[in-house]
């Protein structure tokens, strides 16, 4: 039984750049307090770190609603910021579900190396392998799948003569203005 109550603050978010050259990623600074032992430690997580904690707990407890992911404008500060505001939300209302129902989920404290789950290198090497796996998925998913069709036929252009960039520009403007 780990003892209660634990808080958790994300004081802090990153912009990381990996070394081989791949986009650039956030990291939120999770500080972790509390316990018998009143320990205090900050760890970096990414937002699919939460991704993936989300989803092994969900099957086991009952779980708040998980700030959603957004495609456009990601590294936007005030975005940033918001994510960070409601990942810190996120995870002190699980803390508290749990502390309501005297549990301490074993991915919880793994994701929040709490004691005695706070074997960083073992939980990294398997959450790193897993998110591989799930990185080579993606990666066939997205470079086979066709981001966008055009037609030979297209209604706004009557004359069928526009250039393949005029044509799309004026789809475009057409879908938005009914032109």
Known sequence: MISMPFTVSIDNTRILQPPNGDEKYTVYQVTVRG????????????????????????????????????????????????????????????????????????????????????????VNQNDQQEQDLKDDEMKNVLEHGPCIAISDYCPWNNDNRETLADSVLSGLMYSMYDM
């Open 35 to 122: 316990g018998s032992n009143h320990i205090s430690h900050t760890i970096d997580r990414r937002y699919r770190e939460f991704e993936a904690l989300h989803t092994r707990l969900s099957s086991s407890i009952s779980v708040p609603q998980l700030p959603r992911k957004v495609l456009l404008h990601r590294r936007s500060a005030k975005l940033i910021e918001q994510r960070r505001q409601s990942l810190e939300v996120y995870l002190n209302d699980i803390l508290k579900r749990c502390q309501q129902q005297s549990i301490m989920p074993e991915e919880l404290g793994r994701f929040l190396q709490i004691p005695p789950y706070d074997n960083e290198d073992q």
